[in-house]
């Protein structure tokens, strides 16, 4: 069976050697850069299956390698691995493709376990895509990360395509919040309880030109994702 590989891009030494180590006696392969030049270009030569993202690097910023590896390779789940603890630190390394967040310093089986978790929720490479799925009036392309009412197309973040795609598989049923925030942030604590509101409020937006799709809050409970019929 092939190695996993992970794409690592860390300026501190120290740290990316200890890393490297601890991967590789895990059976990944790592590919270690140590600033933001030839990111794009590691990525393509090396086919990650997962990259890890110091944010505070030379040359180009943790931030903007990932809206670039986003465009590059829409489905390379991304770890930033950071001192920034801030709630909007957090909320701009998601909002710029990031589908996690681990603060330094961290624990190196955490860091592991949430690699594993998100090469899991990946599947394999050569996985067929996602068919899209009509959401009311909406076209929802999870593959595509791409919401689409009529002529209009609005691209998704990762996390965002992660929560509509969730809501498309409960259509008129009630989610759980806590199995929501399991699901996508693998943690269900506080923190990662105001960020899925944070979501709510902007998905409740994105759906707002269809009154048949409404993300309903059930007090202590979760979430009733209602989407109407409407007449032919």
Partial sequence: MPKSKILYVEDEPFLAKIVKESLESRDFEVHLLTDGRGVLAAADTFGPDLCLLDVMLPHRDGYALAQDLRRARPHLPIIFLTAKSQTEDVLKGFDSGGNDF???????????????????????????????????????????????????????????????????DHQNRIINRKD????????????????????????????????????????????????ESTPN
């Fill in 102 to 168: 681990l603060r330094k310093p961290f624990s190196l089986e955490e860091l592991i376990a949430r690699i594993h978790n998100l090469l899991n929720l990946a599947g394999p490479k050569n996985a067929a895509p996602q068919a899209a799925t009509f959401i009311g009036k909406y076209e929802f392309a999870p593959h595509r990360y791409e919401l689409k009412l009529g002529t209009e197309t609005r691209k998704l973040s990762h996390r965002e395509a992660e929560l509509i795609k969730i809501f498309a």
């Fill in 180 to 227: 929501i925030l399991m699901r996508v942030w693998n943690d269900d604590s506080f923190f990662n309880s105001r960020n899925l509101d944070v979501y709510i409020t902007k998905l409740r937006h994105y759906f707002k030109d269809d009154p048949s799709v409404q993300i309903i809050s059930i007090k202590n409970v979760g979430y009733h994702f209602l989407v």
